[in-house]
Each structure stands twice: as structure tokens, then as C-alpha cells.
């Protein structure tokens, strides 16, 4: 519903783009979705484009992987950022925080490029690994940010 203010204008009912984006926020680390997006992105265009020299079939599938990419890559390193300052014992956090992580991405990409169809599920899944070093780092960067 609206509400009608003072001045006689119709004010939306507290929903704001701020309290999407706040809202967002608490799943998704924006920051790292962005660059995960924009790495990603570019590397699947790069790649397509090698092998086929078609530009808009090209974009299509960085576009598509950019936002999946921002989307999965943001919500996967915020659980990674939880995991990583709310378990207690530390060596325990930092292990859970690369380990449950990277099994997930790792095991989704490979299931969706296995359930699509991709002629080489292994080979396309080989750049997800990355996942591994960005949640050790994420992880021990945010540990150490919350034991400062």
C-alpha cells in the first residue's frame, strides 16, 4: 500500500531499491560477485570467441555465466565470509570455509555441465577451481579481520 505524505503525493510503502540492495547484502557479497562476474565473463568470452569468432554467441554465454557468476560466485563467498568467523575454534573455521564451499561450486558446475550437455564437463569445470584459493584467502582474510 501507499501512503499519502503532507504535501498531498502518494509515497511507495518503505520498499526501496536501498532495501533490495540491503536486503541482497546479507546473502550476496556484491563485491566479490562483481569481480567473480567481470573474471568470469571475460574468460567465457575469450574462450568462445577462440573457438568460434562469433561475437553475440560469444556474449550470450559470458553474459550468462557473468551473472550466474555474481549470483552464485557473491552468495557462495558470503557463506564462506559466515562459516569462516562463526565457527569458533579457528583451524576448524578455515577448514570449513574453503572445504563446504568449494565441494558445493565444485559439484554444481560439474553437475550442470554433465545435466547440459557440455561435450567436456571436466575441462569446462577445471576454471571453478579457482574456488579453492578464493575461499582460503576470503576466508583467512575475514578471520583475521575479526580476531583484529
Request: glycine share 10%; proline share 4%; charged share 15%.
Amino acid at each position: 500500500m501507499s501512503k499519502v505524505n503532507e504535501k498531498g503525493t502518494i509515497k511507495p510503502n518503505g520498499i526501496s531499491v536501498k532495501k533490495i540492495i540491503d536486503f541482497g547484502s546479507r546473502f550476496i557479497d556484491y563485491k566479490i560477485g562483481i569481480l567473480g562476474a567481470s573474471f568470469m565473463g571475460l574468460l567465457v568470452f575469450v574462450i568462445n570467441y577462440n573457438a568460434t569468432h562469433e561475437l553475440s554467441g560469444s556474449l550470450t554465454a559470458a553474459s550468462k555465466q557473468g551473472g550466474y557468476t555474481f549470483f552464485f560466485g557473491g552468495s557462495v563467498m558470503k557463506g564462506c565470509e559466515y562459516l569462516a568467523i562463526t565457527i569458533k575454534k579457528q583451524s576448524l573455521a578455515l577448514a570449513a570455509a574453503i572445504i563446504i564451499p568449494s565441494v558445493i561450486t565444485l559439484s554444481l558446475t560439474f553437475g550442470l555441465h554433465k545435466l547440459k550437455g557440455t561435450p567436456l564437463p571436466i575441462e569446462s569445470t577445471l576454471p571453478t577451481l579457482l574456488i579453492i584459493p578464493a575461499t582460503a584467502i576470503w576466508g583467512y582474510k575475514k578471520r583475521t579481520h575479526l580476531n583484529s
